[in-house]
């Protein structure tokens, strides 16, 4: 059969136009979406695969192995992890055509199925357009498919270049003798501090969050994924929604248990304190962050994150169960900062809605200006400045964040 055809793949993840970081008691995201096809064009369009998908605990909560693909090849079967290698193979060299014998040809959905994965899943390949044609054998399985590239490649090749230039100077300032936890953490504040969620020609790919330092959802989480694949830690982009729009995060596997983080979530957005970083979707379970996160976009089976160890709060024992806690927390943070920067965030989180609520009414006042916390910091003789205090609340998540400075010598 000599005809053509030409494969447009619109899945989730190309359905984003945007997604948005969280403000603080505040949701501000939005998508839209726009599917077009000429005659010649068969359209595919994949939000969901729940027919395909084994229960979640199918799934390996490890890889044993050093990480060389993205975490949907571990759960294909071995003919489709062929399929996989051979596909991946050609686009990573940018080739035009992709060959098969007939008799072993691949079916078209599995083709499509795996051009899907390299396309979402392996964040190197932000140079594929989303689409491809192909040629049958008379039996209807694929003998050729051809190849369609965003860029030439001398500029991949560049663009890529300058994508390792940036990538590798976050990863070696990372300690030899660090943990993967403490890894992660790194990366997730890395991004942070050096991305601003904005829109842009490439804010959904790896080259606007390493190079161009604007990014949305997907190219946080897609270039936090590859920080840890290179330091040979599992993870995996999440498919979602939160509450009507579509989102994008992550699962990052840490001594055997999985875990959520939302990069995207906890970059705050804030100009007057640069380095701050925010921490309510650092490390939670499935269960912690189902009040405002659906998984409903992945089309392969997903772990389940069931780990509590390293969630931030908990992990660092910054969770106040009165206000007496509250108070020593505030005064342990201020004092373990002494001799650093001249700002300093002290974050906590209240370990539910009644004493958060207390928290908030006595820190603050009823008003929600500055009650008691001023009392607190100068009758402990520290030398920060009172006269000025700012400070976030989270309804959702309990948070308090409180923004000190000190006092100029």
């Known amino acids: 059969m000599n005809r053509r055809n030409l494969v447009l793949i619109l899945s989730a993840v190309m359905l984003f136009s945007s997604c ?16 077009s096809a000429e005659e010649t064009q068969s359209i595919v369009t994949v939000a969901e695969s729940e027919d395909n998908a084994p229960e979640q605990d199918d799934s390996p909560s490890e890889i044993n192995e050093t990480v060389c693909y993205a975490y949907p090849y571990y759960v294909l079967d071995s003919a489709k992890q062929e399929l996989y290698r051979s596909m991946y193979a050609a686009v990573a060299d940018m080739s035009d055509e992709l060959e098969f014998r ?6 078209l959905e599995d083709v499509k199925y795996i051009y899907q994965l390299l396309h979402n899943d392996e964040p190197m390949f932000f140079n594929t357009s989303g689409h491809f044609s192909y040629k049958e054998y008379p039996d209807g399985t694929i003998r050729v498919i051809a190849f369609t590239y965003l860029y030439d490649k001398q500029t991949y090749l560049s663009r890529s270049a300058e994508i390792d230039t940036a990538m590798n100077e976050i990863l070696s300032a990372v300690d030899d003798n660090a943990s993967d936890a403490e890894k992660v953490k790194y990366f997730h504040d890395s991004l942070i501090k050096n991305c601003a969620y904005e829109r842009g ?23 936090f994924s590859l920080l840890c694949s290179k330091a040979g830690i599992n993870s995996l982009t999440v498919l979602g929604s939160t509450g009507d729009t579509e989102h994008m995060w992550n699962k990052v596997c840490l001594d055997g248990d999985y875990y959520n983080v939302d990069v995207t979530w906890d970059d705050p957005e804030d100009e007057s304190y640069p380095d701050y970083v925010k921490y309510e979707f650092f490390c939670l379970d499935d269960e912690s962050l189902s009040d405002q ?7 392969y089976p997903i772990p389940a994150a069931k780990g509590r160890k390293y969630y931030y709060y908990s992990y660092n024992d910054l969770i106040a169960d009165s206000y007496d806690s509250a108070k020593e927390l505030i005064l342990r943070c201020i004092d373990n900062d002494s001799g650093n920067d001249d700002k300093i965030c002290v974050q906590l989180q209240a370990s539910d809605e009644t004493v958060y609520d207390e928290l908030v009414t006595k820190l603050f006042g ?3 200006g500055i009650g008691e916390l001023t009392r607190i910091i100068s009758d402990a003789g520290t030398d920060i400045d009172t006269s000025h205090i700012d400070y976030i609340i989270n309804n959702n998540r309990h948070t308090i964040k409180i923004f000190l400075n000190r006092k100029k010598a």
């Open 20 to 35: 948005a970081a969280q403000q603080e008691n505040a949701d501000i995201i939005s998508a839209s979406s726009k599917d």
């Open 102 to 107: 007939a008799g072993s040809a691949p079916t």
């Open 201 to 223: 020609e490439n804010c959904n790919n790896i080259y606007g969050a390493f190079v161009e330092h604007k990014a949305m959802c997907q190219g946080y989480s897609k270039a």
């Open 293 to 299: 996160h659906t998984e409903d976009g992945n089309y």
């Open 366 to 368: 009823a008003d929600k």
